[in-house]
């Protein structure tokens, strides 16, 4: 029989170790004695040649190589699994994690096969975006008392349960073969283990309530920034801040090993986790539909809403208390008291009724343009759009939609008395407030 070493030119050599490369090119070294198993399907080959010399850093006739694989089969042992992030030297402690912890981003992109004679093989492996563009839905993860899995294939269609049910087995195998070592077993929370023992199945969350998370945190970090009138570290992001009132609690994705972090979003039973922010590989504790999420949607911002109404009737009060207001537009010094019990000084009520003069006269000649020829039609219309705009106000990203709201309803009631189409007591109450006015 032939030697299999005459099969591949890398067959002779003696792997020293396996560099193992992140999406954002955090590179962690697994030594080969941290090493379990390790396979590889077909490894192709790619190269560019550079004739010309496309920059100052390359020369005429210079090769380019790239090497990929359809398969990766790896699994670490404890020391392999601990093995710190090569960027330790870099950053504070806190900011690192070991790869057990790390690899749940699912973001494994390339592995450099380091050779004891410094050689070595830069291979990339396969790659299909998952939930975002920065993890991999083709990488699966297995953990089971002290060995790490790991399965990276081309037309992935196994499960995670399916990748359990494989490796049932294989960690007595592991201790099998290392009896008589006494170390003891790695104590950790990963992948469908929580910290109380029991069987939680971890699962990518839709994309309906990664906007929530969006909504939530935008809202947030406006009223928090009224309350303090400072920046506001959101712990939707990796700021490191927390927040939790009586509906929700939200905390930072955490850097400290010895914090055992079971989620960083909460609401009712429904937890989330994910990786230094909300849109980075989240993971829920269980399902919830889209009904589920407009709920917890709007019992958060109502909460948060609160806060900045507390905020505004503290304002108001004390303004009350020495006498004096300001006008809700330009904050200057006001005497003139709206309907809505708020103040105004006179030019930005001046600017305001020019601005709604030159909209309504938008309004009319664009909707007359686009074929209404009665304005009852066109304050139908109106009608139509100010309820898509409270609707908007909840799922859209847009500010200051309550003054748009009021302001087309203003509009739309000039345009009725001016038109005929006004009711008669409207009509009255509105002369008799102009006369007071």
């Not at 030697?3 to 792997?15: C, Q, S, W």
């Not at 990963?190 to 971890?202: A, D, K, P």
């Not at 990518?204 to 309350?227: C, G, H």
């Not at 074929?371 to 609707?391: A, P, Q």
Request: aromatic share 12%; hydrophobic share 35%; glycine share 4%.
């Amino acid at each position: 029989m032939k030697d299999n070493k005459d099969l591949h030119p890398f067959a002779n050599k003696k792997l020293a170790s396996v560099d193992i490369v992140l999406e954002n090119c955090e590179v962690y070294n697994i030594p080969a004695d941290g090493i379990y198993k390790l396979s590889l399907g077909n490894i192709k080959y790619s190269f560019d040649v550079h004739v010309n010399g496309l920059s100052k850093y390359t020369t005429p006739g210079e090769m380019w190589t790239h090497a990929y694989t359809d398969f990766v089969w790896l699994a670490l042992n404890k020391k392999g699994m601990n093995i710190d992030s090569g960027w330790a030297d870099m950053f504070d402690e806190e900011e690192t994690h070991p790869f057990y912890k790390r690899v749940n981003a699912k973001d494994i992109t390339h592995l450099d096969f380091i050779f004891d004679d410094g050689s070595n093989l830069y291979v990339g492996v396969p790659w299909e975006d998952g939930n975002t563009e920065f993890d991999n839905k083709l990488q699966k993860n297995d953990i089971r008392d002290d060995i790490l899995f790991i399965q990276i294939a081309e037309k992935q269609e196994i499960s995670d349960n399916e990748l359990e049910e494989i490796n049932d087995g294989q960690e007595d195998m592991y201790h099998w073969d290392n009896d008589g070592e006494d170390d003891d077993i790695l104590d950790i929370s990963v992948g469908s283990i929580n910290t109380q023992g029991v069987s939680t199945r971890w699962q990518s969350i839709p994309n309906y309530v990664q906007a929530a998370f969006t909504k939530i945190d935008e809202q947030l970090s406006r009223v928090m920034w009224n309350t303090t009138q400072e920046e506001y570290e959101s712990p939707f992001s990796n700021t490191g801040n927390k927040f939790k009132n009586d509906v929700f609690e939200v905390e930072a994705y955490s850097w400290d090993d010895e914090y055992n972090q079971e989620y960083n979003f909460k609401w009712k039973d429904y937890k989330v986790r994910w990786y230094k922010h909300c849109l980075r590989d989240p993971e829920a504790n269980r399902e919830m539909t889209p009904d589920e999420c407009a709920k917890m949607l709007d019992e958060c911002l109502e909460s948060i809403y609160k806060m900045d109404i507390d905020e505004d009737n503290l304002f108001d009060e004390l303004c009350d208390s020495y006498d004096c207001h300001f006008c809700c537009q330009c904050g200057k010094e006001a005497d003139k008291q709206l309907q809505n019990g708020k103040y105004a000084c006179e030019n930005c009520l001046h600017n305001l009724g020019k601005e709604q003069q030159e909209l309504k006269e938008e309004i009319e000649n664009s909707l007359f343009d686009f074929g209404f020829d009665n304005y009852e039609d066109v304050t139908n219309c109106i009608d139509v759009f100010i309820d898509f705009i409270k609707y908007a106000k909840v799922w859209s990203t847009i500010e200051n939609l309550d003054h748009l709201a009021k302001a087309l309803e203003a509009i739309n009631i000039n345009i009725k008395l001016e038109n005929g189409l006004l009711d008669a007591e409207t009509k009255e109450k509105i002369e008799e407030f102009a006369k007071n006015w």
